[in-house]
């Protein structure tokens, strides 16, 4: 069964630091592979996403991830983190219409 | 509509009590889902409308769970006879293509609607 694996619950890193968050997936074939960040009290904004093709993606707010087939990993990083940053993510696997989510990683951003 | 609109933000049912949550989907969008997230949780996939077709509701929970999509627009998520199990944020999303090729574009979700159960 595909199932997605976000092993870090919480992560806190200082304002301007970098910024990894990881993902693995299990999954059939090729996935279809976002990344969604949620702000307290709001909905799922997409990030990214991964079809086929440039295994390194760019996303919004300065996010990209990088595709590991062999790893079936798509961690996603930012070179500098802003405060306005600190929200929870959420790694998904698509399987045509249907997507399965990670439990989520809840970022902290000290000042 | 700009974005998917759900209404209400919140709501609190006393146990046993009939709810009904409304999704306003963008227009135009073929497909509308809804997924429920419970707290500390990521989202799970509860139903899939492509147009006002029903084509997945292998994710509901109970018979308790019923969803409506009429005019292939607005759609209405009821939940009869509340459980406290039933608490949670129940989001809808929405997306411009249907069948297999939804996935390609991502889904566009609304803010969701806090149902507690008490």
């Known amino acids: 069964a595909q199932s997605v694996t976000q092993p870090d619950i919480h992560i806190t890193v200082s304002e301007g630091a970098s910024l990894e968050l990881r993902c693995n997936y299990s999954?059939?074939?090729?996935?279809?592979l976002f990344w969604y960040v949620q702000s307290p009290g709001q909905g799922l904004q997409l990030l990214l996403k991964y079809f086929s093709g440039d295994t390194l993606v760019q996303g919004i707010k300065g996010f990209e991830a990088e595709f590991k087939r062999s790893q079936s990993s798509f961690n996603l990083r930012k070179p500098s983190v802003h405060w306005s940053d600190a929200a929870e993510y959420f790694c998904?696997?698509?399987?045509?219409?249907?997507?399965?989510f990670g439990t989520g990683t809840r970022l902290k951003v000290l000042a | 509509g700009a974005g998917v609109s759900q209404s209400p933000r919140y709501k609190v049912a006393k146990r046993g009590q009939d709810v009904a949550l409304r999704c306003d989907p963008i227009s135009g969008h073929v497909s509308l889902f809804w997924y429920q997230q419970a707290l500390g949780q990521g989202p799970e996939f509860l139903t899939y409308?492509?147009?006002?077709?029903?084509?997945?509701k292998s994710g509901l929970p109970s018979d308790r769970f019923f969803a409506e999509r009429p005019e292939g627009s607005v759609s209405t998520l009821k939940i009869q006879r509340t459980q406290q199990e039933d608490s949670a944020v129940y989001l809808c999303?929405?997306?411009?293509?249907?069948?297999?090729?939804?996935?390609?574009?991502?889904?566009?979700f609304g803010s969701g609607t806090r149902l507690t159960v008490v």
């Open positions: 999954y059939g074939a090729t996935p279809y």
């Open positions: 999303a929405s997306s411009l293509r249907g069948g297999t090729g939804t996935g390609d574009y991502g889904y566009t």
């Open positions: 998904a696997v698509g399987e045509t219409y249907k997507y399965i």
């Open positions: 409308f492509q147009n006002e077709a029903q084509l997945d």
